[in-house]
């Protein structure tokens, strides 16, 4: 798949799974300020992206005596370029390897990663029929007791997977088409988990269930179980990370609220985390309580200050590899908690991988510095 087909698999993308994706905060923490709200978006927004390039894997030919299982396998490695980057944080899972060997139902485990973020975990659920793909597609002008549902109203079903019994999170199969085989009746998909959601050490339970849903004009349902798809046991894997220091910290100002630097990166198959320090930072990134209407505006007027400036040296960062390629990092997905007063901002590639070993130079905020 090149760049120019999943650019216009994006943009062909349904409104409503973004709209979804926006609202949809998978960990659950009360009262979170301004920048984990402004975060734990885009964060969802980027894995429903990297969904709809993954479940574009349909579209590459099957090889002849080879189960579904070990196809979907392959395609995985391909996309996200496992072997060419060696990617060692990337963990596959013993399937069936002929193609008779298809379960009726229920999920097969094909392979997981952490990526410093989530828990990616890749499963095929069996015993996917065609008309369960059509209802998925499907979407309805009422409510479950036949009501009509408001202009921007409709309801739908959805795939979600649930962690032990208690938390939801979106299994992300948004292009249900490409990541189905009628044949098989096998359906591929991906769930990311929050790393904070998983212990080391434990392993948990994700159970794939299909939720009848509902979106009001300005409200969301959590939907009402239609049928149980499968379950898979996942646990928190290992992640390999690069640290570079730059030679010089990168300056920035963000006016009246003082100024900041960033430091250094963590470089990882999956993304970079950029390691900076600013003023401020013991205030921002923990949640607090407000005296009144007026501190709180106050506060988000500054956190969102500071959003903006970091992310606008962010933008501007490029790895250099040693093959001459160059990559930009998107914008941050969120932030870890602040070690004094240094916090790490965390970019994800959403799709592919790369070799952090082959990285020899970063470019951000205007200057360029080369890697030992």
């Not at 093959?323 to 004094?340: A, I, K, M, N």
């Amino acid at each position: 798949m090149n760049r120019d087909q999943i650019l216009q698999m994006l943009e062909n993308l349904d409104d409503r799974f973004v709209t979804e994706a926006a609202r949809f905060d998978p960990v659950g923490t009360q009262s979170p300020t301004e920048r984990n709200r402004h975060m734990k978006t885009k964060r969802i927004v980027t894995f429903a992206l990297a969904a709809a390039l993954l479940l574009g894997l349909g579209a590459v030919a099957y090889a002849v005596g080879m189960s579904i299982y070990r196809q979907r396998q392959e395609e995985l490695r391909q996309e996200l370029q496992i072997d060419e980057n060696k990617v060692e944080d990337y963990v596959e899972y013993p399937v069936a390897q002929e193609p008779e060997e298809v379960a009726g139902s229920g999920a097969t485990l094909l392979s997981t990663m952490n990526d410093g973020e989530f828990q990616r975990v890749w499963v095929v659920l069996n015993g996917v029929t065609p008309e369960m793909i059509q209802r998925l597609e499907h979407t309805e002008q009422v409510d479950w007791e036949g009501r009509e549902l408001p202009a921007n109203g409709h309801r739908y079903c959805r795939i979600r997977a649930t962690l032990d019994g208690e938390s939801f999170f979106d299994a992300m199969s948004l292009n249900f088409q490409d990541g189905y085989d009628p044949e098989s009746q096998t359906l591929t998909t991906e769930c990311a988990i929050p790393l904070d959601e998983l212990e080391e050490g434990r392993k948990v339970t994700l159970t794939f269930v299909m939720m009848d849903t509902i979106d009001y004009e300005m409200d969301h349902s959590e939907g009402e179980l239609v049928c149980e798809l499968g379950s898979v046991e996942a646990e928190r894997t290992g992640r390999s990370v690069r640290t570079v220091w730059f030679p010089e910290p990168v300056p920035f100002e963000n006016g009246a609220y003082g100024k900041g630097v960033f430091l250094g990166a963590e470089i990882s198959a999956a993304g970079v985390n950029w390691i900076l320090r600013h003023d401020g930072v013991s205030q921002m990134y923990r949640p607090r309580s407000f005296a009144n209407e007026e501190e709180r505006l106050a506060y988000s007027e500054m956190e969102l200050s500071w959003i903006t400036v970091i992310e606008e040296v962010e933008r501007t960062a490029v790895l250099h590899f040693a093959d001459g390629t160059s990559r930009e990092v998107e914008p941050p997905l969120s932030s870890s908690e602040p070690e004094g007063d240094t916090v790490k901002d965390v970019c994800l590639f959403g799709n592919g991988t790369i070799d952090p070993d082959q990285v020899i130079g970063i470019t951000i905020g205007g200057k360029t510095f080369g890697l030992g």
